[in-house]
C-alpha cells in the first residue's frame, strides 16, 4: 500500500491519484474518477475534487493509497 503525507489539511482525490502516480494526469485522474473506476473509503467515488484526509484509502487498478498525516 502507498502512502502519500499531507503537507494541508487535505489532498484532493484528482492530485493524490497522481502523486501516488496511479495516472499520468489530471485529465487521466478525471476519466476514471468518473466513470467509477475510483473508491474512497470502499465506496465508489466520482468528485475528482473530493478532499481526502488522515486515514482515507483509495482504490484504483488494484492499488490502494494510505492518506497519512
Excluded: F, H, P, W
Amino acid at each position: 500500500m502507498e502512502k502519500i503525507y499531507l503537507r494541508e489539511d487535505y489532498i484532493k482525490l484528482g492530485q493524490a491519484l497522481k502523486a501516488a502516480g496511479l495516472v499520468g494526469s489530471g485529465i487521466d485522474a478525471k476519466m476514471v474518477i468518473t466513470d467509477g473506476q475510483v473508491l474512497v473509503n470502499g465506496n465508489v467515488e466520482v468528485q475528482r475534487g473530493k478532499k481526502l484526509y488522515d486515514g482515507d484509502v483509495v482504490e484504483y487498478n488494484g492499488e490502494s493509497i494510505l492518506i497519512c498525516k
